[in-house]
């Protein structure tokens, strides 16, 4: 056997950690989600050696629908560098030995947590969302049994009640993430906590959507060019977040912006969440309002490098 | 391979290295062993094992020293171990009744068949701090004294006492059931049955079911139990391997049992008879059993047609949120970054804030 051929990863587990009929069970799960759009597959999930509510579950669907030449790209908070993402990221570079990148549209498979990333998908792409609470009830009916039933009868109007007391209360829906969706028009889903900025993605996305919940141990999906649509009313269309800034670093106003305060008397500036998107704006010479100032370039400079101890 | 390394990474494997100094501590102290752990820590390895989900003493000092002598954290890292472990055989039930007892007690009974055997118990220690264990030359090697005669044999269960003369409700084992739900493939589902509730009891955090335990003491719930017998010792394990068609004794674990014996009024379809609490547990863990038990019994309140209304006799609630390392996985998350939906969250608050501000002018204009 050539070096090549030698295992590229830690060959004290198997390869992406779980055995071979814990990821079958996973890949049916999924399979099954795939074929009943939004609706939550229960799966007999494992315990990982990484913390219940740090992507357990996304880390379960990606080992499963991972492969060796597959490039895997991580994100938290639509950036690769958060800590989060870096651990999961080490975690499959050493038990599946893949190679990873930042670059979205280099991915084969993206695994996410409270983001889409702004570049479009494509077909062949798989998004693996981690999922803190899969259940879109869950904070009007603790009770599983009931939601469960809920579910089967599409009996939805509890949630469209809290949208209508949002309304009567601040005249909007006061719902900013984990905005509710209709998925195919049958199951009510939670996106994962997204920004509901990110909802109009997912609508007829060419990837398949997936979403991991370990700790609740549900499987959903959304297959390629599904429909998901946001709850709204006639009245009160659904609008996702605007801002009156632009990207201080690049200078995008349609992608995301985090909030970065500068000092404690009220200085911020806005960059974009998805710390890729503004890498290859910057690269292709876009420049933001403050992307000669040094305060800025010190930031950019530290997102880029990292100087975190 | 390329694998991005940045600050975050840099971070973490400074993290890794700052822990291990501060995990080994003072280089002047001697370091201490697993084995050290296993033999001295005892009851620390028990709770890690019960929890954890497997039996093995080793592993569970390993864990613990790992963890620095965080308990829940020591559990973390046998589950995620367990996950790699393949399912080799499915064992015969224990029976406890056979059990090489180190300890039998039972508060109903002054007397009974086999006797009490206190064993090796705080309860009646005074909780007063020994310094002598604080001496720098150790305490030796103490020696407790032999009994002048082996127990009995034979330690029948006191709650079959109480079956023979039809005081108590019998156990009838469940005929279609093969095999017992397992919550370690298997996601919990509901209305749960009692193997479902007692795995996940027996795997839950002690202090957790402790503490439900006793609300039912309390009045949340009352079930007025006596502690029918708890007893500890050794119970032999076996298999049938398909290939011989028999059981044979693959070895022994060290368990807690407890039956508690509870109160029932009867109905117009069934005489007045005591109830029954059940908690079993790997090794010495007697605390989480007898908690288990009260626990188990309020979780049969479905069963015995009484009104669920108070958290114990809550299923889901119960069932949900028993589980240490679940609950400790959930609440620390919220240490990972959210300043995508906090964002959005300023974005509205502002936005609130704006129209309420507008709002306030508009009334005064007018």
């Given amino acids: 056997m050539s070096a090549v051929q030698e295992a590229r990863w830690d060959e004290a587990y198997n390869f992406a950690y779980l055995d071979e009929q814990t990821k079958r069970m996973i890949r049916r799960s999924i ?32 080992a499963s629908v991972i492969g060796p030449d597959d490039t895997l790209k991580v994100i938290d908070q639509g950036a690769d560098d958060t800590t989060n993402a870096v651990s999961i990221r080490r975690f499959f570079s050493r038990v599946a030995g893949v190679e990873t990148t930042e670059a979205t549209e280099e991915a084969d498979i993206i695994q996410t947590r409270h983001r889409i ?26 009770r599983e049994t009931e939601t469960r039933k809920m579910h089967g009868y599409a009996e939805y109007g509890l949630m469209h009640v809290r949208l209508y007391e949002d309304i009567a209360r601040y005249g909007h829906i006061a719902t900013t993430y984990s905005y509710p969706v209709m998925v195919n028009g049958r ?86 969440s998805d710390t890729h998107f503004c890498e290859d704006r910057r690269a292709k010479g876009h420049r933001g309002e403050l992307g000669a100032d040094p305060a800025a370039l010190a930031f950019a400079r530290t997102a880029d490098e990292g100087e975190a101890q | ?118 064993g090796p118990t705080y309860d009646y220690t005074h909780r007063l701090l020994d310094f002598a264990l604080a001496a720098e030359e150790g305490v030796g090697e103490p020696e407790a004294p032999v009994g002048e005669a082996p127990l009995d044999a034979g330690m029948p269960h006191v709650a079959d006492i109480l079956d023979y003369e039809g005081l108590i409700e019998p156990e009838i084992p469940d005929e279609d059931a093969s095999e017992p739900f397992d919550l370690t493939r298997e996601p ?30 309390r009045g949340f719930g009352g079930t007025h139990p006596f502690a029918g017998e708890i007893r500890m010792g050794e ?20 368990v807690s049992e407890c039956h508690m014996i509870n109160q029932f009024e009867g109905s117009a379809e069934r005489p007045p008879q005591f109830t029954r609490g059940y908690g079993l547990s790997f090794g010495h863990n007697e605390r989480k059993v007898m908690a288990m038990a009260l626990v188990d019994r309020a979780l049969r309140a479905r069963e015995f047609g009484e009104a669920a209304v108070y958290p114990a006799q809550d299923e889901e609630f119960v069932l949900y949120h028993a589980d240490n390392v679940e609950a400790a996985g959930f609440v620390s998350h919220l240490k990972l970054p959210h300043y995508v939906d906090f964002q959005a969250e300023l974005g509205l608050i502002r936005k609130l804030r704006r129209e309420f501000e507008e709002r306030q002018q508009k009334d005064a204009a007018e």
């Fill in chain 1, 117 to 142: 990333p702004e570049a479009p998908l494509r077909e062949g792409q798989v998004l693996v969302y981690q999922v803190p609470q899969p259940e879109p009830l869950r904070s009007l009916e603790p």
């Fill in chain 2, 235 to 254: 119970v032999s394990v076996e298999i049938v391997p398909e290939e011989l068609g028999f059981a044979i004794d693959i070895g022994d674990v060290v």
């Fill in chain 1, 187 to 272: 199951y009510l889903m939670s996106p994962s906590p997204i920004p509901k900025f990110d909802n109009p993605k997912m609508q007829g996305n060419p990837a398949i959507q997936l979403f991991g919940a370990g700790r609740e141990k549900r499987i959903y999906a959304i297959p390629p060019y599904t429909s998901v649509k946001s709850l709204d009313f006639d009245d009160h269309p659904f609008e996702p977040q605007t801002w009156d800034e632009s990207c201080a670093l690049c200078g995008a106003d349609n992608s995301y912006l985090d909030e970065v305060v500068l000092d404690d008397h009220g200085g911020k500036m806005f960059v974009c």
């Fill in chain 2, 1 to 118: 391979m390329y694998v991005a390394v940045k600050g975050g990474e840099r971070a973490i494997l400074n993290s890794h290295e700052l822990i291990a100094e501060t995990r080994r501590g003072d280089t002047s102290v001697p370091e201490v062993s697993t084995r050290q752990i296993s033999e001295q820590l005892g009851l620390a390895v028990d709770r890690v094992m019960a929890e954890g989900s497997i039996y093995d003493r080793d592993l569970a000092a390993l864990a613990v020293k790992q963890a620095q002598g965080d308990l829940v954290e020591a559990i973390f890292l046998l589950r995620a171990y367990r996950t790699t472990l393949p399912r080799l055989a499915v064992s015969e039930p224990v029976d406890t009744a056979q059990m090489l007892v180190r300890r039998r007690v039972s508060a109903a009974y002054k007397d009974i068949p086999g006797g009490q055997v206190l």
């Fill in chain 2, 188 to 217: 919990m589902s509901f209305p749960a049955d009692r193997d479902q509730r007692l795995q996940n009891l027996a795997r839950g955090d002690e202090g957790f079911v402790l503490a439900l335990g006793y609300s039912t003491q």
């Fill in chain 1, 31 to 62: 399979l099954k989600a795939i074929a009943v759009p939004g609706y939550q597959v229960p799966f007999g999930g494992r315990e990982m050696p990484l913390a219940y509510g740090w992507g357990t579950g996304g880390i379960q669907v990606t």
